[in-house]
């Protein structure tokens, strides 16, 4: 019940939404009865419910006569001022009966490439068995889906991050699992062979790798940098297109670092792919708000990934 509360010749006014309403009724059909069918109640409760506004108000808001019930002058000007009132009030319901929706739609971001794993299809499986919820999957560059969590964008996101990746201060990772780096190479290159392979004996090789913001660029510079070796770098800004980077290393056109998700995912007889000797490896990880997290707001999700993937809920850090 909606209740107005002013101050009225010295005395305190309570009036109710629902009166106003009735008034406002009543003085569009000019007929208590018809008015009555409208609010879906009957004539004498609306005839009581107008003499008690009145009685309120001290002064008539009606004249009753046999054309019905015409406005008195107050009666126009309660109508007329609260036209508006009613009006802010019918938009502030219909933006009420969205809230229940708006609690229901989830955001979840993925890192490019994450097409390629297991990660994806636990997503893709929670949202089916989930399916009266509304979920929008955003696949963006680490550094958008981060601005978007910090903007409240995004409920959660996963992101695959080389080892030296800033982290940001609001927001909290967990590493659901590590993927360790391969030298993805033309069956044809004379390094194919080997079983594992050594970052140095990477040396005269063109290197295919992403733009200079995304993550494969991040981790090529880190791992050339620590071998000190030089490699001339072809960079493509639409890395995220694998298939058009696997023909160029298949046409031995240029080697490529990968993980095992790629591997599996394309299968591709003319490309080996060769364990790198040092250690490198990405960190796949769940990243969400620390305020969210405290809150266990996607624990549900959380659980269900770790389940999916088979994974030993008691390494989780709740």
């Known amino acids: 019940m909606a209740i107005i509360s ?14 106003i309403l009735y008034v406002k009724t009543v003085a569009d059909f000019k007929n208590l009865t018809k008015a009555a069918e409208y609010l879906h109640i009957t004539q004498p409760s609306l005839s009581q419910s107008i003499k008690s506004i009145e009685e309120k108000l001290n002064t008539p808001l009606f004249i ?17 001022d609260s036209t508006l009132l009613l009006s802010e009030y019918n938009l502030f319901i219909s933006k009420l009966k969205n809230y229940s929706k708006e609690a229901l739609s989830h955001s979840i971001g993925l890192y490019k490439l994450s097409y390629t794993t297991s990660i994806n299809d636990a997503i893709m499986s929670f949202i089916s068995s ?16 981060e601005m978007m969590l910090l903007a409240n964008q995004l409920d959660l ?22 993927e360790k780096l391969y030298v993805l190479m033309s069956q044809s290159n ?17 290197l295919i790798t992403s733009d200079i913001n995304e993550y494969p660029y991040i981790m090529t510079h880190e791992v050339l940098k620590n071998a000190g070796i030089d490699l001339e770098i072809h960079t ?5 297109n694998l298939s058009m980077i696997l023909d160029l290393v298949e046409k031995d056109m240029g ?24 250690d490198y490896f990405y960190d796949i990880c769940i990243v969400q708000n620390e305020i969210d997290k405290r809150r266990g707001k996607n624990n549900v999700l959380i659980d269900y990934i770790y389940n999916f993937l088979g994974l030993n809920l008691e390494t989780r850090n709740y």
């Open 64 to 80: 009753r006569s046999k054309r019905g019930m015409e406005l008195t002058q107050t009666g126009m000007k309660f109508v007329r």
């Open 6 to 19: 002013i101050a009225y010749n010295e005395k305190e006014l309570i009036m109710e939404i629902r009166e």
């Open 157 to 178: 996101a996963i992101i695959k991050y080389p080892p030296i990746s800033k982290r940001q201060s609001k927001l909290s990772y967990d590493v659901l699992f590590k």
């Open 130 to 145: 989930n399916s009266k919820d509304n979920y929008i999957i955003k696949v963006e560059s680490n550094e958008n889906l």
């Open 236 to 240: 493509y800004t639409n890395y995220s």
């Open 255 to 278: 080697i490529a670092f990968g993980t095992k998700d790629i591997c599996t995912y394309f299968d591709r007889k003319g490309i080996n792919y060769v364990p790198l000797i040092e």
């Open 190 to 206: 004379p390094l194919a062979s080997y079983d594992k392979i050594s970052v140095k004996n990477l040396e005269g090789n063109k």
